[in-house]
């Protein structure tokens, strides 16, 4: 088996089995559950904190450039 067929073997079964997981995840109502209070508690600490560095990046790449006499 050589190395490109040995890495799309690993990619289809780690496909499957996300795939798997997911169906049991959103078939099972205590997992579903679970998986939509961690996305939103994810996203309500992750996406303020993006927000903020992006301004932050912003207010700094605005700021006006100093000119030094040569």
């Known amino acids: 088996m050589t190395s ?3 890495r799309t073997a690993a ?3 780690l496909m499957s089995a996300g ?3 997911a169906f049991v995840v959103i ?3 205590p997992l579903r559950r679970l ?3 961690a996305t939103k508690w994810w996203l309500g ?3 303020p904190a993006y927000l903020a560095a992006e301004v932050g ?3 700094r ?9 040569a």
């Open 4 to 6: 490109s067929q040995a």
């Open 11 to 13: 990619n289809v079964l």
């Open 19 to 21: 795939m798997a997981a």
């Open 27 to 29: 078939t099972t109502p």
């Open 35 to 37: 998986a939509f209070q």
């Open 45 to 47: 600490a992750s996406l």
């Open 57 to 59: 990046r912003a207010w």
């Open 61 to 69: 790449a605005s700021a006006p450039r100093t000119h030094q006499a």
